[in-house]
């Protein structure tokens, strides 16, 4: 009596198609009966694709092989095995190598002439391509479901799934709604953001504590604004949005510019680090403290060449003394309305004219995205309706997947430029504004904390160049209001560090105001 194994597998989808493991058993228990073996053991595979042999039981099995307690596998069907024309060569070798059948119980071959192998061989390529055209079917499923403007995954925090439909989470949406606040308001990063939400006892969905990843994904993922998102590509969705597009920019923007600027500078008492530099040699400029340690009197800005290589003449900055020349001459800005009032016409002029140079740029891409679109929709059809070769086939997908990326690159240039020219409308921006707000500029910036006086003096600085002490070159820019928002004429009497205040500019590019 031949000595026998049987093996068993089946994947959650196919337990409703018959393919249950109960099933499978009865059927190889019958079959070994029937050919008078001895079987010693059922290896059982619950919940495991066939895509591989990355799975408990096969990898138990074959390493069991060379060990001679069996001398025949059984399994149900093939496919039950493998699904991989190319595992399915390996493992016959390596079968053949300790004299070891393998024989399954539905279909008609044998291992061990040249008719049973080609059999083996034929019934294999054929479990491959089934599972090849499954995997075509899921894929096509869910770009199917991506077209439509649904969600492919675990809804994302501030969401729940319902039907493959996002639906706000009312418990969930407001945190995400105060984490941009947060970020934009106290302009702190993500990491002191996760800090401050774990202090107050707030978890995260999984009743875990916030990290900086997870606060990080909230800040950047288009899903609040309205979007679904699918293997690197995002459409409208059906959705609604938790976060508007004007201030989901606004985030992004100043993420771009945080970007490559050590945390530490964003968080310092010295608000100048990040805008100053030497009028010498262009190095940037630090803070040092010599002389004896705590004595905070003795702060000085250094240039990093001069400090760090004696290459650049340049001598220490008494800080408070830099500062306050700085503080100054914003101070002095804000009395020459007239020179204000021709900044703001001219920037105005300049905005008409990269508003007219955007549009034509636009158009340009919408004329060549239409082609592109048109070619596609003629692949796709040539391609239903023929049915060509496989290489014929395999072709057509090359030029297919070449359109579509050059069409998916101008679009994403065109969502670029419209954001940009977004950011131009500053119809609102008036001489007196601009010098109201940079006449409250001190009562502000006495009231915030380091990382809110960095923002507001980024908000009007552009650039510092220090060529001394006595010479300092201040480049202004278009101080920018909230969203939607107005300065007050008159500065709040009650504007504390602790509470938190909630004006923050909108960071775009624009002209200097140089003195």
């Known amino acids: 009596m031949e000595t026998a194994i049987g093996y068993i597998r089946v994947s959650s989808e196919e337990q409703v198609e018959g393919f249950s493991l109960d099933a499978q058993e009865d059927r190889i228990r019958a079959y070994a009966k029937s050919q008078d073996y001895h ?160 202090e107050e006892g707030i978890r995260n969905r999984r009743w875990l504590k916030w990290r900086t990843g997870g606060i990080h994904r909230a800040l950047t993922s288009p899903v609040y604004i309205g979007f679904t998102v699918w293997k690197g590509a995002k459409k409208p969705g059906s959705h609604e949005k938790i976060i508007e597009k004007e201030v989901f920019e606004a985030v992004q923007k100043r993420l771009k510019e945080k970007n490559g600027v050590p945390p530490r500078n964003h968080a310092s008492r010295n608000v100048l680090i990040g805008l ?92 060549q995205i239409a082609p592109l679109k048109k070619k596609e929709g003629k692949i796709i059809n040539w391609l239903a309706e023929t049915l060509p070769d496989k290489e014929t086939a395999g072709r057509m997908d090359q030029k297919l997947k070449s359109l579509t990326d050059k069409r998916k690159k101008l679009e994403e240039e065109l969502l670029t430029l419209e954001a940009k020219g977004r950011n131009l409308n500053l119809d609102g921006i008036t001489a007196k504004l601009i010098s109201g707000y940079l006449e409250r500029f001190d009562f502000y910036y006495e009231r915030f904390n380091p990382p809110q006086r960095k923002l507001l003096l980024e908000s009007v600085v552009q650039k510092i160049k220090v060529e001394s002490k006595e010479k300092i070159h201040l480049y202004m820019t278009l101080p920018l209001l909230p969203l939607g928002a107005s300065l007050p004429s008159e500065a709040p009497t009650s504007v504390g560090a602790k509470e938190g205040s909630k004006w923050h500019p909108v960071w775009r590019a624009r002209p200097d105001l140089n003195r």
């Open 39 to 198: 079987l010693l053991e059922i290896y059982r595979d619950d919940g495991y694709s066939a895509k591989d042999l990355e799975r408990p039981a096969v990898q138990r099995l074959l390493q069991e092989v060379p060990q001679g307690k069996f001398k025949i596998i059984l399994v149900y069907k093939l496919d039950r095995f493998t699904r991989r024309l190319k595992d399915l060569t390996e493992i016959l070798e390596y079968l053949d190598k300790y004299e070891v059948k393998f024989e399954s119980v539905t279909e008609p071959f044998e291992t061990k002439t040249a008719p049973g192998r080609l059999m083996l061989n034929v019934l294999g390529g054929f479990a491959q391509f089934e599972r090849e055209v499954n995997a075509e079917r899921v894929l096509s499923s869910l770009k199917r479901r991506f077209d439509e403007g649904k969600w492919m995954t675990t809804a994302p925090f501030g969401y729940s799934l319902v039907d493959g439909l996002l639906i706000v989470n009312p418990a969930e949406a407001p945190l995400v709604k105060r984490m941009y606040q947060i970020y934009l308001d106290e302009n702190i990063g993500t990491k002191e953001i996760a800090k401050k939400l774990n």
């Open 276 to 367: 100053l530099s030497c009028a010498k040699c262009g190095a940037s400029m630090f803070v040092q403290r010599p002389g004896t340690k705590g004595k905070e009197k003795y702060r000085y800005y250094v240039c990093a060449n001069a400090h760090e290589y004696h290459s650049c003449s340049q001598k220490y900055v008494d800080g408070n003394l830099l500062e306050e020349k700085i503080f100054t001459q914003i101070r002095e800005v804000s009395r020459k309305p007239e020179l204000i009032r021709d900044y703001v016409i001219e920037y105005k002029r300049e905005q008409i004219e990269e508003k007219t140079e955007l549009k034509e740029r636009m158009a340009k891409l919408n004329k």
